[in-house]
C-alpha cells in the first residue's frame, strides 16, 4: 500500500559528498516521520537520521555536523546530505517511513529496499 524508491548511492572517495533521496507513494493518508538507517555487513542496522512533519530532526552520534536530513512533505520525499563522508560510513543505506494508509485506522512502518555507499580510496 505504501512503496519507498531509495537512489543516489555510489562510491565516493573520503571526504566527499553523496545527496540520498527517497521519496513514498502509495496511498498514503498521512506521514508522521521519514527516517534514514544503515546496515554494513555482520552489523545491526542502526539509525542515521529521522525527520518528523514538523522538521524536528535527530541524529546518530557519528554523524552530526556531517549529514543533514530534510524532506518536502508535498513530495512525500526526504533527503540526506551526506558530506566529509569517512569509510566507516560504507554500509546499505535503507529509507524508513512511518505512515497511515487510506485502507487502515493505525499507522505502520515500510521500508525501502536498499542504496549501497561506499566510502574508499
Known amino acids: 500500500q505504501v512503496q519507498l524508491a531509495e537512489s543516489g548511492g555510489g562510491l565516493v572517495q573520503p571526504g566527499g559528498s553523496l545527496r540520498l533521496s527517497c521519496a513514498a507513494s502509495?496511498?498514503?493518508?498521512?506521514?508522521?516521520?521519514m527516517g534514514w538507517y544503515r546496515q554494513a555487513p555482520g552489523k545491526q542496522r542502526e539509525l542515521v537520521a529521522t525527520?518528523?512533519?514538523?522538521?524536528?530532526?535527530n541524529y546518530a552520534d557519528s554523524v552530526k555536523g556531517r549529514f543533514t536530513i530534510s524532506g518536502d512533505n508535498a513530495k512525500n520525499t526526504v533527503y540526506l546530505q551526506m558530506n566529509s563522508l569517512k569509510p566507516e560510513d560504507t554500509a546499505v543505506y535503507y529509507c524508513?517511513?512511518?505512515?497511515?494508509?487510506?485502507?487502515?485506522?493505525?499507522?505502520?512502518?515500510?521500508w525501502g529496499q536498499g542504496t549501497q555507499v561506499a566510502v574508499s580510496s
Open positions: 524508513s517511513v512511518t505512515a497511515r494508509s487510506m485502507d487502515a485506522p493505525f499507522t505502520s512502518d515500510y
Open positions: 502509495g496511498r498514503i493518508a498521512s506521514i508522521n516521520a
Open positions: 525527520i518528523t512533519r514538523l522538521k524536528l530532526t
